[in-house]
Protein backbone atom coordinates (compact mmCIF):
# COMPACT_ATOMS: atom_id res chain seq x y z
CA UNK A 1 0.00 0.00 0.00
CA UNK A 2 1.19 3.26 -0.75
CA UNK A 3 2.35 6.05 1.89
CA UNK A 4 0.25 8.81 2.45
CA UNK A 5 1.78 12.47 1.44
CA UNK A 6 1.12 13.87 4.46
CA UNK A 7 3.04 17.39 3.58
CA UNK A 8 0.14 17.04 0.05
CA UNK A 9 -2.37 16.02 3.04
CA UNK A 10 -1.20 19.42 4.87
CA UNK A 11 -0.16 21.44 1.85
CA UNK A 12 2.85 21.94 3.20
CA UNK A 13 6.62 21.46 1.55
CA UNK A 14 8.46 18.97 2.69
CA UNK A 15 10.78 21.37 4.52
CA UNK A 16 8.23 23.13 6.60
CA UNK A 17 9.19 24.14 9.82
CA UNK A 18 7.45 22.67 13.22
CA UNK A 19 5.64 26.32 13.54
CA UNK A 20 4.21 26.05 9.88
CA UNK A 21 2.60 22.65 10.56
CA UNK A 22 1.13 23.68 14.07
CA UNK A 23 -0.60 26.61 12.05
CA UNK A 24 -1.33 24.94 9.27
CA UNK A 25 -2.78 21.84 11.07
CA UNK A 26 -5.12 24.10 13.37
CA UNK A 27 -6.21 25.97 10.73
CA UNK A 28 -7.51 22.64 8.62
CA UNK A 29 -8.45 20.95 11.61
CA UNK A 30 -11.21 23.96 12.19
CA UNK A 31 -11.95 24.43 8.64
CA UNK A 32 -12.65 20.65 8.32
CA UNK A 33 -13.96 20.20 12.09
CA UNK A 34 -17.49 18.23 11.38
CA UNK A 35 -18.96 20.52 15.00
CA UNK A 36 -18.50 23.31 12.62
CA UNK A 37 -19.54 22.28 9.61
CA UNK A 38 -22.15 19.75 9.39
CA UNK A 39 -21.59 18.43 6.13
CA UNK A 40 -18.04 17.21 7.15
CA UNK A 41 -17.36 13.60 7.70
CA UNK A 42 -14.59 12.58 10.98
CA UNK A 43 -12.68 10.80 8.44
CA UNK A 44 -10.68 14.19 7.04
CA UNK A 45 -10.37 14.85 10.47
CA UNK A 46 -9.08 11.99 11.46
CA UNK A 47 -6.20 12.13 8.21
CA UNK A 48 -5.05 15.32 9.46
CA UNK A 49 -4.10 14.46 13.42
CA UNK A 50 -2.68 11.67 11.44
CA UNK A 51 -0.57 13.25 9.46
CA UNK A 52 0.04 16.18 12.48
CA UNK A 53 0.88 13.49 14.74
CA UNK A 54 3.89 11.88 12.30
CA UNK A 55 4.94 15.44 10.60
CA UNK A 56 4.91 16.94 14.63
CA UNK A 57 7.71 14.90 16.23
CA UNK A 58 11.03 15.01 14.80
CA UNK A 59 12.10 11.37 14.94
CA UNK A 60 8.85 10.10 13.84
CA UNK A 61 8.55 12.97 11.01
CA UNK A 62 12.42 11.81 9.69
CA UNK A 63 11.57 8.07 10.22
CA UNK A 64 8.63 9.10 7.74
CA UNK A 65 10.96 11.40 5.54
CA UNK A 66 13.45 8.20 4.93
CA UNK A 67 10.52 6.26 3.87
CA UNK A 68 8.92 8.46 1.55
CA UNK A 69 11.74 9.19 -0.44
CA UNK A 70 12.37 5.54 -0.53
CA UNK A 71 9.04 5.38 -2.18
CA UNK A 72 9.89 8.29 -4.19
CA UNK A 73 13.32 6.96 -5.47
CA UNK A 74 11.49 3.33 -6.05
CA UNK A 75 8.51 4.86 -8.43
CA UNK A 76 11.07 6.38 -10.32
CA UNK A 77 12.63 3.67 -10.94
CA UNK A 78 10.10 1.87 -12.11
CA UNK A 79 8.85 4.93 -14.34
CA UNK A 80 12.39 4.84 -15.74
CA UNK A 81 12.21 0.99 -16.63
CA UNK A 82 8.91 1.19 -18.11
CA UNK A 83 9.55 4.32 -20.19
CA UNK A 84 13.13 2.19 -21.09
CA UNK A 85 11.02 -0.87 -21.97
CA UNK A 86 8.02 1.05 -24.01
CA UNK A 87 10.82 3.30 -26.08
CA UNK A 88 12.52 0.05 -26.99
CA UNK A 89 9.28 -2.02 -28.21
CA UNK A 90 7.82 0.88 -30.14
CA UNK A 91 10.88 1.45 -31.73
CA UNK A 92 10.60 -2.02 -33.71
CA UNK A 93 9.01 -2.67 -36.45
CA UNK A 94 7.59 -6.16 -37.60
CA UNK A 95 10.45 -6.73 -39.96
CA UNK A 96 13.04 -6.01 -37.68
CA UNK A 97 11.45 -8.57 -35.27
CA UNK A 98 11.52 -11.33 -37.88
CA UNK A 99 15.49 -10.76 -38.98
CA UNK A 100 16.50 -10.43 -35.44
CA UNK A 101 14.63 -13.87 -34.80
CA UNK A 102 16.67 -15.00 -37.66
CA UNK A 103 19.79 -13.79 -36.67
CA UNK A 104 19.67 -15.62 -33.22
CA UNK A 105 18.18 -18.57 -34.93
CA UNK A 106 21.39 -18.89 -37.25
CA UNK A 107 23.27 -18.33 -33.94
CA UNK A 108 21.77 -21.03 -32.67
CA UNK A 109 22.01 -23.86 -35.57
CA UNK A 110 25.78 -22.81 -35.99
CA UNK A 111 26.30 -24.10 -32.29
CA UNK A 112 25.14 -27.10 -32.20
Known amino acids: MPLQNYYAILGLP ?3 TPEQ ?3 VYRRLVRQHHPDI ?3 ISDA ?3 VLNEAYSILSDPQQRALYDIQLLEEIRNL ?3 EAVHEHYMKRTQKMTWSQGVVG ?3 ELK ?3 RRS
Open 76 to 78: RIL
Open 101 to 103: FMR
Open 14 to 16: RDA
Open 21 to 23: IKK
Open 44 to 46: RIK
Open 107 to 109: KEM
Open 37 to 39: NKG
